[in-house]
């Protein structure tokens, strides 16, 4: 009987870590066939197989085995790490607060969006799944005087982005040739001058993959096009989390992640509709010419999604 534990125990062990291996794997793959892509939302959880593994071969006493299974547990430190140890302080200029919120199809209660605007001091709000009829009910509840600029592209259903700024915009750009609306403007900032402020929504995977990392590459284009000269805000319903490389090819260059700036660790936003807590973090604000201080999320009720709220420094303007 023994015999027969230890040796279900190794091939639970052998199964728990090759699931660990299929993790990190996962979370380099540059694939944009479909199982892949959807698989790696799950990378991070995959990768705790690893420790598992670890431990029982330890028990067991299967040397071999166990060191192995401790090699891929280093492996997922080291994708992990970043995620929570956080970026060294920099900045020294003004403070911008931004919110990103997707708002699933114009559902989300409009009075709880404008109360986290207000109570938050948020300076530049970026919408995703805006719709004429949420328009209206932003403006009812007010959010058109607590953020009084705004360029917006609302449509029915999931298509509609906007931004919405405490200051004024210039150089509103709507991008073609993508299946949701993406757009751009630019915030002039007193004190600090012109900030590039960009609200994104690509394709879910779902919907096609290859469009998905199409969709990626080419925004990831059109940030990297974005003025040297001053700072850069993006919020978006990316539809993809930290663990797939299309994602994180994003911030190769001068762009950065606010969440992993501060290592604020894993920030589950989606989905917040069901009876589980949401799984996958795939509303994101990234940053360039600046540094996050803080971010959360703030839950929105009748949407599906978590809102992601970021504190940023920005560096401070040349004299």
């Known amino acids: 009987m023994a015999t027969v534990f230890r040796w279900a125990a190794a091939v639970l062990a052998g199964l728990a870590t090759l699931v660990g291996v299929v993790g990190v794997v996962l979370h380099y793959s540059t694939s944009s066939a479909r199982l892949p892509v959807l698989a790696a939302s799950a990378a991070s959880y995959m990768m705790i197989g690893s420790v598992l593994g670890a431990v029982v071969f330890a028990l067991l006493r299967y040397r071999v085995a166990t ?52 109570e938050r001091r948020v300076d530049l709000l970026t919408v995703s799944e805006l719709t004429p009829e949420a328009v209206d009910a932003f403006a009812r509840e007010g959010l058109d005087r607590v953020l009084p600029y705004h360029f917006m592209v609302p449509e029915p259903g999931a298509a509609g982005t906007g931004i919405w700024s405490r200051f004024p915009l210039s150089d509103e750009v709507e991008y073609d040739g993508f299946v949701m609306n993406q757009v751009s403007a ?16 690509p394709v879910p995977p779902v919907y096609d993959t290859q469009v998905w ?10 940030l990297e096009s974005a003025p040297a000269s001053g700072p850069v805000v993006a919020g978006a319903d990316f539809n993809a989390t930290y663990d797939h490389a299309q994602y994180r090819a994003m911030l190769t260059g001068r762009l950065r992640d606010t969440a992993e700036q501060v290592g604020a660790g894993l920030l589950f936003t989606y989905p917040t509709d069901k009876r589980i807590p949401p799984l996958v973090g795939i509303d994101q604000i990234l940053v360039a010419g600046g540094r996050a201080t803080s971010v959360e999320t703030v839950t929105l009720p009748g949407s599906d999604h978590r809102a992601v709220v970021a504190q940023i420094q920005l560096d401070r303007s040349p004299r």
């Not at 915030?187 to 994104?200: C, I, L, M, Q, R």
């Not at 990392?213 to 059109?222: F, K, M, V």
């Open 186 to 201: 630019t915030a002039e900032v007193p004190g600090t001058g012109p900030v590039a402020v960009y609200a994104f929504h």
């Open 213 to 222: 990392a199409d969709e990626l590459s080419r925004l990831h284009g059109i």
């Open 67 to 118: 060191a192995v299974a401790l090699l891929i547990v280093v492996a997922a430190v080291w994708i992990q790490a970043p995620r929570y140890v956080g970026e060294s302080a920099g900045g020294g200029g003004d403070v911008l607060t931004v919110m990103q919120a997707n708002v699933l199809f114009g559902e989300a209660d409009p009075a709880t969006v404008v109360s986290e605007v207000e």
